[in-house]
């Protein structure tokens, strides 16, 4: 049976352990992201300054942006937080899929406007999956507060577990994964524990619906 948090707001019960887990794996993943999106960079405009600014800044607003709306939507009629997050986990795989090619059909359409331009380009493109990633934690929290009443305990956990896998895809992609498979293949990885995590919260969503 589902469990509804407010009038508004249907949420099924799921064991914090697994939305603990869920959540680790979805910052593993948006890690490995970072560094491939990070490589590819470089490899179209160099090693440079312009490069790092794009990701970092990309990322930073992305995230905050994606944050607030989270948040916003997080009051929305009938609002469901494991569905919700579910399928900003699938958006952010799609997009991780074609991103490589994206990328470099954006350095080939872009080649006559410079290495500004390019960047400038390619800092938009980041803000859609970036402000994915940055909606998860809100609706996340929507969910645990449920079973914690307590909002600082929620948002404390979460952040654990997600900055705790964001540290895990850093340390296995940078010694291992792109090594062995590539930057193509560490991006499908990603692609990949996103789908995983997707689909572990949609089956507890299925049970209560």
Request: proline share 3%; net charge neutral; with cysteine.
């Amino acid at each position: 049976m589902s469990e509804t948090t407010s009038s508004t707001t249907y949420n099924p019960e799921i064991p914090l352990t697994v939305v603990y887990a869920v959540f680790f794996i979805s910052g593993a993943a948006a890690l490995l992201y970072q560094l491939v999106w990070q490589r590819s960079l470089f490899t179209i405009y160099g090693t440079n300054s312009e490069s790092i600014a794009v990701i970092v800044s990309a990322f930073l607003l992305g995230l905050g942006i994606g944050s607030l709306a989270g948040g916003w939507y997080s009051r929305a009629p009938r609002f469901s937080p494991v569905f919700t997050f579910a399928a900003l986990e699938i958006g952010i795989a799609a997009f991780g899929m074609v991103s490589l090619d994206l990328f470099a059909t954006i350095a080939d359409t872009t080649s006559g406007v410079g290495i500004k331009g390019a960047g400038v380009v390619s800092f938009f493109v980041l803000l859609i999956p970036t402000v994915l990633m940055g909606a998860t934690l809100p609706i996340l929290v929507t969910h645990v507060i449920a079973s914690t009443k307590s909002v600082g305990k929620s948002v404390g956990w979460l952040y654990f577990v997600n900055t705790l896998g964001a540290a895990m895809g850093c340390f296995y992609g940078a010694l291992w994964l792109f090594g062995e498979v590539g930057l193509s293949g560490t991006v499908l990885i990603a692609a990949g524990m996103d789908i995983l995590a997707a689909i572990i919260i949609l089956s507890y969503w299925r049970r209560g619906a």
